[in-house]
């Protein structure tokens, strides 16, 4: 996984659309979308291109090894959103 939405997130779908491969899920026109708290970054989808971080508003997009410390389950939050 090269990039992690944290908890943070306010799903204002900016990421998505900056998104070229559509690693950023749910869409707003998911069923799952009103069910979750947060968008998450498909582990074995991100191209590690960045894209999104710039774009989001919140900076709740951070590469993987830079995660801060007291945020660090969101790495598996992403992940299990796509188990």
């Given at each position: 996984?090269?990039?992690?939405?944290?908890?943070?997130?306010?799903?204002?779908?900016?990421?998505?659309?900056?998104?070229?491969?559509?690693?950023?899920?749910?869409?707003?026109?998911d069923a799952?979308?009103?069910?979750?708290?947060?968008?998450?970054?498909?582990?074995?989808?991100?191209?590690?291109?960045?894209?999104?971080?710039?774009?989001?508003?919140?900076?709740?997009?951070?590469?993987?090894?830079?995660?801060?410390?007291?945020?660090?389950?969101?790495v598996a939050?992403?992940?299990?959103?796509?188990?």
């Amino acid at each position: 996984m090269a990039h992690v939405i944290v908890n943070t997130c306010t799903k204002d779908n900016l990421c998505i659309d900056a998104c070229p491969n559509g690693s950023i899920q749910p869409a707003a026109d998911d069923a799952k979308y009103a069910g979750v708290p947060q968008l998450y970054i498909n582990p074995n989808e991100c191209l590690d291109c960045g894209a999104c971080v710039g774009v989001c508003p919140t900076n709740s997009i951070f590469p993987v090894d830079e995660v801060p410390a007291d945020k660090a389950d969101a790495v598996a939050a992403n992940a299990a959103f796509f188990a």
